[in-house]
C-alpha cells in the first residue's frame, strides 16, 4: 500500500541566517505552542499551512525566550524587561521585520510593549494571517473535512479582541470553513475572559463561586455548538479544561482556528 | 420685604460660591498627590474622544434604554442651567421672570422645552429608584456588592429623591405662577398677555385653584425658593458625592488613555537597571528621558509600584473622584462574575476613600499631617488585586474611560518588586522564567523539540 507522505520544513533562523537567506516571515512559536502537548499540534498545524502554501519562513528555534509578558502581568518588571531585551537582542540581530505568532498574549505584547524598548516589528496575530491567505485564494478549505453543518462557536480572547480591536479575522476564517457559526451571549469587546490571563494561568484561581473557564464553557455550550474555536493558548487549556469539567468532552472539541483550516484542507 | 429676599439671596449665593471653591482646591490639591503624567498631547485626539464619549455619551448608548433614560437627565442638566440663569438674576434684582417681555416669542418656547426635559427627567428619577429598589439591578444591589453598603446607597437614593423634589418644585412653581397671572394679583399679572401658559405645568393648575391669593403667593415664593436653594445645595453637596462625575466626566474622558488597552505602561526606571545589568548602553533615565553621551541621568528613583495614593499618577486619582458607581465595570468582570473578592469599582471606590481620610486629616491636622494608612493593605488587599485577569473588560465597560486596571497592576508591582509577596505560583512561574526562559520547567534545550512531530501523521 503506498500512501503519499508529505514533508513539511521547519527552517531556523541561525540556518537561515548561515547560508545568507532571509524569510518573509518569523513564526514567534510562544512558550505554549513550544512545551504544551495539546498547542504544540496547533503550532504543527501552522506550520503545516505554511509550508503548503510556500510562505518563506524561519522560527528561532532554542533561541526564542518568553516575551516576558506573564511576568509582567503579575508585577515584575525587572523580569520582563530582562526577557523583553535579550529577545529585542535576538530579532534585532537577525534584522526581523515581519512576525507571525499564534499567541495573542506574545502577539499584545511583541506589537505594543517591544516598542518602548526598542524592538520595531511588524507583528500580526495568526487569525489576521491566515484571514490575509484565504482573501488572497492562496488557502481553500475543500480538500480536506468538511464543516458543513457543524456547529462552531468562537470565543474572543481579550489580548486578541478588547487589548487590541482584533474581533473580525478569527470569525472570517472560520467563515471559510462553510460551517454555522453561532455566537455566545457575550463576544467580542463584551467577551468574557477565559480566566487565565494576567498571569492566573499560573496560579489557582481565588476563592469565589465559580471557576471563570467554567463561566465561559457554559455559556458556549449554551449555543448548541460542537465545536469552540480558539485563538489562544491559555484559553485552548481553559476551554478545553471546562469541556471536560462539564464531562462533554466526548461531543463537544476546542480547536484553534488554524487546526481548523488544517483539517479544511487535509493537511 | 423685597429687598430682604434679595440680600437673602445674594447671601446664599456668594455663600455657595466660597465653599466650592474651597471644596474644589481641596479636590485638586489631593489629585496633585498623584505623580505627573502627560495626558495633554495629541489634543484633537483627545477632543474627538471627549466629544463622542463624554458629550454625545457614546459608550451609555451600549443599553440603547438606559442610553436614552440617561441621555435625557443629562440634556435637563445642561439645558436647565439656562433657565437657572434668569432664576438667579431675579433673585438678584428682585424682578419676576426678567427674560419674558425682552425675548416675548421665544421665552414660552424656552420654558415649554425646560419643562418638558424637567417632566423628563422626572420620570427618569422615579424609572431609575425602581431599577434600584423594585427591578433590583444587580449591579447597583448592596446585597451583593460590599463596596457599596452604607453611604453609597444612601448617596444614590438622596441625589434621585432630590432631583424629583426639584423638578416638582419647578413644575407647580410654574403652575401656581400661572394662576396668581389669570387672577391678576400684583406683578404676577403684569405678565398678563405676555406669558401664556406652558405645556406641562398648565395641568397642574387645577390643584392651586381652592388657594386663596395669599397662599397662593407663598406657595409660590416657597417653591421658587425650595427650587433654587435646592440647586445651591445640590451643588455644594455633589463635591462630597459620586455625582462630582456630572462634572469631572468631562475632563475625565478627555485625558483618558489612547493606548492600545493592551498595553501596559513602561518603567522607564527599570529600563536602566535592565540595561546596566545586560551590559547594554544606557538609553532611558529614571525619569524615561533620554540620557545625554556621559549616560547620566540624575534621578531619584522612587519606589517600584504604588503602595498608596501619592505613588498612583494623578489620572488614577481623577478617575476615583470621577467615578459614579455605576458598577458596569464590576458587572463585567469576570472575577467578580464568578463570587471572587474583586470588584473594579471598589478598588476605584477605595481609592477616592483613601483620598477622603487623608483630606481629613488634612483638615483636621493641618496640611502636613500623614496617617500610618496606606492603600495598599488597609483599602484593598492582596486577594482582591491577584483575583485580576487583566483582560480590560471593566476599562472598556466604563463609560466615562476610567481604567480600574492601571490601579491594580500598579499595586500589584509594588506587592512584587517591593515587598516579594506574590503567591507561591507565581514565584515558580518567575523563577522559571529567569532560569528556563519559559514560565514552565522545561529545559530550554527542549523548546524546538516540537519540530520533530511535523512530520508524523496526526
Given amino acids: 500500500m503506498t500512501q503519499e507522505v508529505k514533508t513539511y520544513t521547519v527552517p531556523t533562523m541561525a540556518d537561515m541566517a548561515a547560508s545568507g537567506d532571509e524569510p518573509e516571515i518569523l513564526f514567534w512559536v510562544g512558550c505554549a505552542g513550544s512545551f504544551d502537548d495539546r498547542y504544540k499540534r496547533v503550532t504543527i498545524a501552522f506550520v503545516r499551512i505554511l509550508n503548503h502554501v510556500g510562505i518563506k519562513f524561519a522560527v528561532l528555534g532554542p533561541e526564542e525566550a518568553c516575551t ?200 | 420685604m423685597e429687598i430682604f429676599q434679595q440680600i437673602l439671596f445674594v447671601v446664599a449665593l456668594v455663600a455657595t460660591a466660597w465653599y466650592i471653591t474651597k471644596r474644589v482646591r481641596l479636590i485638586a490639591r489631593a489629585i496633585n498627590l498623584g505623580r505627573p503624567e502627560n495626558r495633554f498631547d495629541h489634543a484633537d485626539e483627545r477632543l474627538k474622544t471627549m466629544l463622542l464619549v463624554a458629550f454625545g455619551q457614546k459608550k451609555m448608548f451600549a443599553n440603547p434604554l438606559v442610553g436614552v433614560m440617561h441621555f435625557v437627565i443629562y440634556a435637563g442638566f445642561i439645558i436647565i442651567n439656562i433657565e437657572i440663569l434668569e432664576i438667579i438674576l431675579d433673585g438678584i434684582l428682585g424682578t419676576h421672570r426678567l427674560f419674558a417681555p425682552y425675548i416675548t416669542p421665544v421665552y414660552p418656547i424656552l420654558i415649554d422645552v425646560f419643562e418638558v426635559l424637567a417632566f423628563g427627567v422626572l420620570v427618569v428619577c422615579v424609572v431609575f429608584l425602581c431599577r434600584r429598589f423594585i427591578a433590583r439591578v444587580s449591579r447597583l444591589q448592596a446585597e451583593r456588592h460590599r463596596e457599596l453598603r452604607g453611604w453609597p446607597v444612601s448617596d444614590a437614593t438622596i441625589i434621585l429623591v432630590a432631583e424629583i423634589v426639584l423638578m416638582v418644585a419647578f ?149 476615583a473622584y470621577s467615578c459614579t458607581e455605576c458598577g458596569r465595570c464590576t458587572a463585567a468582570c469576570p472575577a467578580s462574575i464568578t463570587g471572587k473578592k474583586l470588584s473594579p469599582r471598589k478598588i476605584m471606590m477605595d481609592t477616592r476613600d483613601r483620598m477622603e481620610d487623608i483630606q481629613r486629616g488634612w483638615q483636621t491636622h493641618g496640611n502636613d499631617y500623614q496617617d500610618d494608612k496606606s492603600l495598599l493593605g488597609d483599602y484593598i488587599t492582596a486577594e482582591e488585586l491577584n483575583a485580576c485577569t487583566t483582560c480590560q473588560a471593566c476599562v472598556n465597560a466604563c463609560p466615562i474611560n476610567i481604567n480600574p486596571l492601571d490601579i491594580i497592576l500598579q499595586l500589584r508591582r509594588y506587592r512584587v518588586m517591593e515587598e516579594s509577596q506574590a503567591p507561591a505560583s507565581w514565584n515558580a512561574m518567575f523563577s522559571n522564567i529567569e532560569n528556563n526562559m519559559a514560565p514552565w520547567k522545561f529545559s530550554p534545550s527542549d523548546r524546538f523539540n516540537w519540530a520533530d512531530q511535523v512530520n508524523e501523521v496526526k
Avoid at chain 1, 508585577?75 to 534584522?95: D, K, P, R, S, T
Wanted: aromatic fraction near 10%; charge should be negative; charged fraction near 20%.
Fill in chain 2, 171 to 319: 413644575l407647580t412653581w410654574n403652575a401656581s405662577d400661572s394662576v396668581l397671572r389669570d387672577r391678576g394679583v400684583g406683578h404676577y399679572g403684569e405678565l398678563q398677555g405676555v406669558v401664556p401658559d406652558f405645556l406641562i405645568s398648565q395641568y397642574l393648575k387645577p390643584l392651586f385653584a381652592g388657594f386663596s391669593d395669599t397662599a397662593l403667593v407663598a406657595y409660590e415664593r416657597t417653591a421658587w425658593w425650595l427650587h433654587i436653594l435646592g440647586i445651591l445645595a445640590f451643588a455644594v453637596y455633589v463635591t462630597y458625592s459620586k455625582h462630582l462625575h456630572i462634572a469631572l466626566g468631562f475632563p475625565n474622558v478627555y485625558f483618558s488613555d489612547l493606548q492600545p488597552k493592551g498595553e501596559m505602561q513602561n518603567m522607564p526606571e527599570i529600563t536602566k537597571e535592565v540595561q546596566l545589568a545586560l551590559g547594554l548602553p544606557v538609553t532611558t533615565g529614571a525619569d524615561g528621558s533620554q540620557v545625554n553621551d556621559n549616560g547620566e541621568q540624575p534621578a531619584e528613583v522612587g519606589r517600584f509600584g504604588a503602595k498608596d495614593v501619592q505613588d498612583l499618577k494623578w489620572i488614577n486619582l481623577m478617575n
Fill in chain 1, 68 to 267: 516576558g509578558d506573564p511576568a509582567r502581568r503579575a508585577g515584575n518588571e525587572f523580569l520582563f524587561q530582562m526577557q523583553a531585551m535579550a529577545n529585542i537582542q535576538v530579532l534585532n540581530g537577525y534584522n526581523i521585520k515581519k512576525i507571525v505568532t499564534a499567541c495573542p498574549h506574545c502577539f499584545n505584547t511583541l506589537k505594543n510593549e517591544y516598542p518602548e524598548l526598542g524592538g520595531n516589528y511588524e507583528v500580526i496575530h495568526h487569525s489576521q494571517f491566515l484571514q490575509g491567505l484565504i482573501n488572497e485564494g492562496r488557502v481553500r478549505v475543500k480538500d480536506g473535512e468538511s464543516f458543513k453543518g457543524r456547529r462552531i462557536t468562537f470565543h474572543d480572547s481579550c489580548y486578541l479582541g478588547r487589548a487590541n480591536k482584533i474581533y473580525e479575522a478569527p470569525r472570517d476564517v472560520l467563515a471559510a470553513l462553510d460551517a454555522d457559526l453561532v455566537e455566545m451571549k457575550r463576544v467580542r469587546a463584551n467577551g468574557l475572559c477565559c480566566g487565565a490571563g494576567g498571569g492566573q494561568y499560573f496560579k489557582e484561581p481565588e476563592p469565589g463561586t465559580k471557576d471563570v473557564n467554567v463561566e465561559r464553557v457554559e455559556e458556549a455550550l449554551g449555543t448548541g455548538a460542537d465545536t469552540i474555536a480558539v485563538a489562544c493558548p491559555f484559553c485552548m487549556t481553559m476551554m478545553s479544561d471546562g469541556v471536560k469539567n462539564k464531562n462533554r468532552e466526548d461531543s463537544v472539541r476546542v480547536y484553534d482556528i488554524s487546526e481548523l483550516i488544517a483539517q479544511g484542507q487535509g493537511l
